[in-house]
């Protein structure tokens, strides 16, 4: 199991436990559950990698504790 943080710098701070092998699209469903944003809302990214819904955690190599920037589009 993975804990992720996802920050979206304007004060809300989501904490997430997933597993690796989880896919984004299933990350953005557990954020949208706590949030209470749609699921297709939400972008995540590190630095300029926008992470793509059908690509695997652990094939971007999201360790545990990482943080992700949160953006709404």
Not at 17 to 40: S, Y
Not at 47 to 72: A, M, P, R, S, V
Request: glycine residues 6%.
């Amino acid at each position: 199991m993975l804990e992720i943080t996802c920050n979206d710098r304007l004060g809300k701070k989501v904490r997430v436990k997933c597993n690796p092998d989880d896919t984004i699209g299933d990350l953005k469903k557990l954020i949208a559950a706590q949030t209470g944003t749609r699921a297709d809302k939400i972008v995540l990214k590190k630095w300029y990698t926008i992470f793509k819904d059908h690509i695997k955690i652990e094939d971007y190599e999201i360790h545990d504790g990482q943080n992700l920037e949160l953006y709404y589009q």
